[in-house]
């Protein structure tokens, strides 16, 4: 099964982070509408400009140049601190939207990482996951992020780098030839200033010419690292997602629809989509839930949720439904909807909880029957096997 990678890529992150944090307390100047930059203390003369507005980009100024030469360049400019607490804050929001996506996630970078989504994609296309993060991003988060859409990492990220800001790229395999051939070699990911000059010497300028080159020559010039730019230049990298699990505060699903959608029983049906989703990521990481959420967005951007305390910690798609069912019907007042997510939060270990009067027989053969579709699910892949009740809802990602 060919893998299914994003490399999510936060557009001007101190910047655009910096500008939505004043502005939600209360700021009505707009940061990266001005020329602005992130920097240190202006006083030292060593403080160098980490990032830049538009606007000061238009005066010549770039990353890493001292503070002095960036106000020699634009009197007017104004010079802001860096905060990296606040910026930790921002990148775990993200990471947190993220998550409703997949839990394999590798922070390649506070302001980047990269996803594996080769089963979680519940039926949808890759290319429109990744539309529907960078909507759900500016729409929620207010900052902006290029998305990388590939099969394999190194393709992700190259594709993230394409024309900026606020850009979803695609580069699979049959697109490196127009894509990432024609661009300089020293565009190509892990081409570093000392092995340029070498490069140029032997003729490579293009990242193409880097893929056509012998890679024995290339080895007797560069060692590894001369074989490492070679497949690169090729669009090979079997490197895996690297992640490091830790134990969620909550585990939530949320989809936005093509279209609106004003029918319950649909509604009902994209529910035990996403809450079966939910309660797989549970049982896989051996976690139970203690409350529901619910939450939907009209066609008004109206957002309205409930939520609910549940008897028993458990991590079962039919309990689980049944709460978000009951709580979808409370909400739900006939409107045209866009928006459909489910959480669980209170989480706990399982091996935390006691049996309780509420461990019945029909309970463990409930957790059996999901137990059973799991196994099945981890060896054939995610979508080869699907409740009777969300059979369309699946219909619907496709």
């Keep these: 099964m060919e ?3 994003l490399h999510i890529d936060v557009n001007n992150a101190f910047l655009s982070w910096s500008a939505v944090d004043m502005l939600s307390k209360g700021e009505t100047l707009d940061i990266r509408e001005i020329p602005a930059v992130i920097g240190g203390d202006e006083s030292q003369r060593k403080g160098v400009v ?6 000061a980009k238009q005066f010549g100024i770039v990353t890493g140049e001292p503070l ?3 106000r020699k360049k634009c009197p007017n400019i104004k010079i802001y601190m860096g905060n990296h607490s606040m910026y930790k804050v921002y990148s775990d929001k993200l990471y947190n939207l993220l998550l409703e996506y997949t839990d394999i996630i590798e922070r390649f970078s506070i302001d980047e990482c990269f996803l594996d989504l080769t089963h979680y994609l519940r039926g949808q296309k890759l290319i429109d996951v990744a539309n529907e993060i960078s909507r759900r991003v500016k729409e929620e988060l207010k900052f902006t992020v290029n998305i990388g859409v590939a099969n394999n990492k190194l393709l992700a990220k190259m594709a ?7 850009r979803v790229h695609t580069l699979y395999k049959e697109e490196i030839k127009t894509k990432m051939w024609v661009l300089p070699v020293s565009e190509l990911f892990m081409v570093g200033r000392k092995s340029l000059p070498k490069l140029e010497r032997m003729g490579i300028k293009t990242i193409g010419d880097l893929a056509n080159k012998d890679m024995n020559l290339l080895m007797k010039q560069f060692g590894k690292h001369g074989k490492m730019m070679w497949e690169y230049a090729n669009g090979i990298d079997d490197s895996e997602v690297v992640y490091k699990y830790t134990q969620p505060k909550c585990i939530g699903n949320s989809v936005t629809f093509p279209h609106d959608i004003d029918s319950v029983e649909k509604l009902e049906e994209i ?7 939910v309660t797989y990521t549970l049982r896989k990481h051996n976690l139970l839930a203690n409350v529901v959420n619910v939450h939907i ?3 008004a951007f109206k957002v309205s949720s409930h939520q609910r305390k549940l008897d028993i910690s458990t991590s079962s798609t039919k309990i689980i439904y049944g709460v978000a069912k009951e709580l979808l019907e409370q909400l739900y007042k006939g409107e045209y909807i866009r928006l459909l997510g489910v959480q669980v939060s209170e989480l706990c270990g399982a091996s935390e909880t006691q ?3 509420f461990d019945t027989d029909t309970n463990k053969k409930q957790d059996k029957i999901d137990k059973t579709l799991d196994e099945i699910k981890k060896k054939y892949g995610y979508e080869t096997i699907s409740r009777a009740g969300k059979l369309n809802a699946d219909k619907m990602f496709k």
């Design 160 to 166: 993230s780098d394409f024309t900026k800001p606020d």
């Design 297 to 299: 967005k009209t066609n």
């Design 68 to 70: 002095y030469s960036a």
């Design 271 to 277: 529910l035990l989509a996403l809450t079966e989703q």
């Design 3 to 5: 893998r299914q990678i």
């Design 50 to 55: 980490l990032a830049k507005s538009m606007k």
């Design 355 to 357: 049996l309780s009067l």
